[in-house]
């Protein structure tokens, strides 16, 4: 299936893309989303110049913005391709990288978050209304990548009730995306 992912690819500088989204049908129990181009199911990976973008690329985005840190273009100092940062890396700034690419670790002058959608779109930031919501068994997350929408089974909240525990919508998403890298 992975390999299947990777063969099909949708290069982005050929190709107009006027919507980029996500989608987790329940977080709760998959935490690998749908990629949402252009209004379409698209099951594979977005290619510009020298990189292949991911589901995780997007997840890493999201979790970036929901955290408020600006997304920065990093280049592994081995290969020279960019970089991405995904899961708990995605909102804890850090200086030593691992290339997904060619495997080595390099370090950054500054801590940061790699971004190598950062070089092509400029990612708004994400506005939360100010609600609850309760979560039962079923949470479905939506994220507009270029639109900066951020819903909550359907909802656009930036608290959630789960388990009889009140948390910050942001709290919620890195703890059940944590361990996405």
């Known amino acids: 299936m ?6 099909n690819r949708l290069n982005i500088k050929q190709n107009e893309i006027k919507n980029i989204s996500i989608k987790y049908e329940n ?20 290619e510009y110049d020298k990189s292949l973008l991911t589901y995780k690329d997007f ?3 999201m979790l970036a913005k929901l955290n408020n840190i600006p997304l920065e273009m990093v280049k592994c100092s081995h290969c020279g391709r960019y970089h991405s940062d995904n899961g708990k890396f995605a909102y804890t700034p850090h200086r030593t990288h691992l ?20 070089m092509i779109y400029n990612v708004p930031e994400i506005k939360l209304q100010d609600k609850l919501l309760k979560i039962d068994n079923h949470c479905c997350v939506e994220y507009n990548m270029l639109k900066g929408t951020l819903l909550i089974n359907n909802q656009n909240v930036n608290r959630v009730l789960f388990k009889d525990k009140e948390l910050d919508i ?10 996405e890298f």
């Open 99 to 118: 290339c997904l690419y060619c495997g080595h670790l390099f370090r950054a002058k500054e801590r940061n978050i790699g971004s190598e959608l950062a």
């Open 27 to 46: 977080i709760l129990e998959n935490v690998i989303p749908k990629i949402i181009i252009n209004n379409k199911v698209f099951n594979g990976v977005l």
């Open 59 to 61: 997840g890493g985005i």
């Open 2 to 7: 992975l390999e299947e992912i990777y063969n």
């Open 170 to 179: 942001v709290e919620f998403l890195n703890h059940v995306l944590k361990n």
